[in-house]
């Protein structure tokens, strides 16, 4: 097959096939070595054609690739990894005692009594005096255990505070299961995440914080805690590749922007997939501890599927070449997690899956999710993404090999606990998105955990013909993070202001040269001052100049609701011009419509909502029941909302579909819809938008925030009541409850009279008390010639309009009397007050109480 006079190096399977191959090739003098699963077939030719290597996965069926030229470089890189990772030979190292490393007191919160190697070279500058380290270790080393350590000594030995942020909300799951012995053992965690109420008390009292990235800089935004912040000696920052992510990474690089000068501070950066880990260390001003050790083998593969202009043939290639790669693993004794870019293509990936391994599937529909829960439960086959119902039983069962197969979303990508013997990754794209290379390393890195029954593990990323080569390169390069905030640069601005970090130019400019991007070379300062001259045009901070010449930035009230809700500053302002160019609606199942179809095409999260091309025509027939039109960006949202809003009966508890649609894939949109709706109802207090928009999104954010409760029009006033009275700390509980008791004793608001405090109320007598006299339920107006005279609760706005034209005015005693505006009959009225209560006259009465 080869001059034997060329250097040859050949990879080829373990399978008894090539046994007469590998004698020929031993007798010829070629060097090979066999690989338990190899699906790859390639002959790599270099320039000097002296020297070729070759992966022979099924030469006697189909020729291999032929890489000569230029591209053989790339491929040669790939296949000296692989040759590489198949020595034979495995270098082992000894655990050393934790206790040489650590306070003997401390070895009753650690997993272990010893630490492997890599934790034993990481945990030594942690213990030392470096103030930021960044680590970075192949997956599964243990680099939990190496937050742990550091945690440890913020609380244990200075007596202080840890934070620990991780990328995803069900992160704070897995990594608080692991810490659930420190609460044992005496020590305060808190896991602070979207979905999850908490006791302000108990946070403020923590130990150690377990969050997303996202929860804890909305924590800095927010007044409640600063002093419990100002305690806070270690930060512990989970996956700080993300730095590079184009959604989550702004937000983590402003945080530690603000972070990396605080000397009172640690950061502990935790990563397996960082090829340029120096840079971040520089910028950090952090000792880099790079770890080579790794406790199992990983081998690395790109199988092949014909390119085709039909993405649907390529989908189904891709499924079944999953289909068959999950075979060959688990015939041999083997788990197998497939990585799927959605919701849906886990749901049909399993029922492939499944039917391979002799269920019956005829007429199971993807979306039948009964039935197809029942048929791969059958077939040994869990499913894995956000919304679920069985994604726990999945987890645990997996992790017991009571099942063999898991297919799920990256979610289970970014840190859950779930090794596998192999990892295959379906698809390039993760919804609409090219997947990235780290999120590619970090599914890698599931596979052969140690401890976990799986010692070598197996990854195939499957790709098209036109992509293999381009994802060699992106392999074997690695990740390289760099900087994603200039597309988000307002908002960080404005989180600064309104935190008071930055209050003037020239400390903008001082923050601006700590960000990672100036680190990166990003020296001018153009985008940040057009990033701050948008503030101030769409008024979200103001800017005046001070004696000293310099200019003063303050942030307005709505600067700060803004940044409060973290709701993007572009997005807003688009949101707010919109709705000043509405005409007014005449009634209220126009003005929901109108701010449904704002918000469903202006938040992007909202617009670019994931759904497959069969449910668009479901979703397009209820928008136009004529069968005309087409789907477009938005509508998924635009549908969602509006069965909220139309047909609260629909969200009664345990239901699956909902109009057609399945409810897994309406739920992102409804978990993301009522903080924009909330921001826009603020605003009535503020009088930055017309009362009619702020009442119909206060009522609608409400309504579908609490939707299994299927409140109707006219809901939210009750349900804030609801709010107030289970306080955060148990809304989640309570509220259905006191909801369901309301109107069980046909309450329609909150009007009742303060006659004892209702069952199950968490507030004492007095804050019950001063609930009820805050309200809007007393408000009085009363017209006289051209003025409205007003009583309210102290603090309270009124608002009068006439048409589109409005007027606020704050009553910081309660009452007041105002002009009305055009003829005192035309003039209507609406009052809102500071604890977020609100009554209105004309058409949007109807807000007032349910239906």
Same mark, same amino acid.
């Given at each position: ?61 189909? +020729? ?30 000894? *655990? ?39 680590? @970075? ?165 790109? *199988? ?33 997690? @497939? ?12 029922? @492939? ?166 680190? +990166? ?228 608001? *909150? ?79 609406? @009052? ?20």
């Amino acid at each position: 097959m080869f001059a034997t006079e060329a250097d040859v190096r050949v990879l080829l399977p373990e399978s008894g096939e090539f046994h007469d191959l590998r004698g020929k090739l031993t007798a010829n003098g070629v060097a090979w070595r066999a690989v338990r699963y190899l699906v790859e077939d390639e002959v790599i030719t270099h320039r000097d054609s002296r020297t070729a290597e070759c992966y022979l996965a099924r030469a006697a069926r189909r +020729q291999p690739y032929h890489t000569t030229g230029p591209e053989a470089a790339v491929a040669g890189d790939a296949f000296e990894v692989l040759w590489n990772s198949h020595a034979g030979t495995y270098e082992t190292a000894s *655990p050393v005692p934790a206790e040489e490393l650590v306070p003997r007191d401390w070895l009753r919160f650690l997993p272990y009594a010893s630490l492997n190697p890599a934790q034993a070279e990481a945990v030594p500058p942690i213990m030392g005096d470096t103030t930021h380290v960044i680590v @970075v270790a192949p997956t599964g080393a243990g680099k939990t255990t190496v937050g742990m350590v550091a945690a440890l000594r913020a609380v244990l030995g200075e007596g202080r505070k840890a934070a620990w942020l991780v990328p995803q909300r069900s992160l704070t799951d897995e990594l608080d299961r692991e810490l659930d012995h420190w609460r044992r053992e005496g020590l305060r965690v808190e896991r602070l995440s979207g979905e999850y109420s908490v006791d302000i008390g108990r946070v403020r009292d923590a130990d150690l914080w377990v969050a997303t990235t996202e929860k804890f800089e909305a924590m800095c935004r927010g007044s409640s805690l600063r002093e419990a912040l100002a305690e806070v000696s270690c930060l512990i920052v989970d996956e700080i590749h993300l730095l590079g992510d184009a959604e989550r990474g702004p937000v983590l690089e402003a945080l530690l922007a603000r972070m990396r000068g605080n000397n009172q501070v640690r950061i502990v950066g935790l990563s397996a997939t960082v090829a340029n880990a120096d840079e971040i260390a520089a910028w950090l001003g952090a000792r880099l501890v790079r770890v080579a050790w790794r406790p199992s083998t990983l081998t690395w593969q790109l *199988p092949v599927i014909a390119t085709h202009r039909d993405w649907s043939l390529v989908e189904t290639a891709r499924i079944r070449l999953a289909s068959a790669l999950t075979g060959l693993i688990t015939r041999d004794g083997g788990s197998a997690l @497939v990585f799927c870019g959605s919701k849906r293509g886990v749901r049909r990936t399993a029922l @492939v899956i499944a039917a391979s391994r002799g269920a019956r599937t005829d007429g199971v529909h993807p979306d039948d999710l009964d039935r197809l829960y029942e048929v791969c439960r059958e077939a040994r086959v869990g499913l894995h993404y956000k919304g679920w119902d069985h994604k726990r039983e999945a987890e645990t069962a997996f992790r017991a090999r009571d099942i063999d197969v898991l297919v799920a979303t990256s979610t289970v990508a970014a840190g859950v606990n779930l090794p596998a013997r192999a990892v295959i990754v379906q698809d390039t794209e993760v919804g609409m998105n090219p997947i990235d290379v780290a999120t590619v390393q970090q599914m890698f890195g599931r596979a052969g955990r140690v401890g976990q029954g799986e010692s070598d593990g197996w990854a195939f990323l499957i790709v098209t013909e036109e992509e293999r080569q381009r994802w060699q390169a992106k392999l074997v390069a690695g990740n390289t993070v760099r900087s994603q905030i200039e597309a988000s640069l307002p908002d960080h601005i404005l989180a600064e202001v309104v935190q008071r970090r930055i209050r003037s130019l020239r400390e903008a400019e001082e923050w601006w040269d700590c960000t990672l991007a100036c680190h +990166q070379g990003s020296r001018s300062l153009q985008p940040l001052r057009e990033a701050i001259e948008f503030l101030v045009d769409a008024d979200f901070i103001s800017g005046s100049e001070a004696v000293d010449g310099q200019t003063v930035l303050t942030p307005t009230d709505l600067g700060k609701v803004t940044a409060r809700l973290m709701v993007p500053a572009a997005v807003g302002h688009e949101i707010r011009a919109a709705l000043a160019e509405t005409t007014l609606p005449d009634s209220p199942d126009e003005a929901e419509r109108t701010v449904i179809d704002l918000i469903a095409g202006l938040v992007p999260k909202l617009a670019q909502a994931a759904i497959n091309e069969e449910l668009k025509t479901v979703v397009n027939r209820l928008i136009h029941p004529d069968g005309s039109g087409a789907y477009q960006r938005g509508d998924l949202a635009r549908v969602a909302l509006g069965l909220v809003a139309s047909t609260p009966d629909a969200f009664r508890r345990g239901a699956r579909v909902i109009a057609g649609i399945p409810y897994p894939v309406l739920y992102p949109v409804l978990e993301d819809a009522p903080r924009y709706l909330h921001w826009i109802g603020c605003q009535g207090l503020l009088g930055t938008v017309h009362p009619w928009s702020a009442i119909v999104a206060a009522d609608l954010s409400r309504r579908v925030k609490w939707r299994r409760c299927q409140p109707p029009r006219g809901a939210g006033r009750l349900l804030w009541m609801c709010e107030q009275m289970a306080t955060s700390t148990h809304a989640e509980d309570l509220v259905p409850a006191l909801w369901n008791a309301s109107r069980g004793r046909n309450i329609t608001g *909150p009007d009742w009279s303060a006659r004892g405090i209702p069952n199950q109320c968490r507030l004492d007598d007095e804050a019950y008390r001063a609930l009820m006299r805050e309200r809007a339920t007393g408000i009085s107006i009363v017209r006289s010639e051209d003025l409205l005279i007003v009583a309210a609760p102290p603090a309270s706005v009124v608002v009068t309009w006439t048409g589109r034209r409005f007027l606020s005015v704050p009553l910081p005693q309660g009452r007041g009397s105002i002009p009305a505006s055009g003829t005192g009959a035309d003039t209507q009225v609406a @009052v809102f007050t500071w604890r977020g209560d609100y009554r209105a006259t004309g058409w949007l009465s109807r807000y007032s109480q349910t239906e």
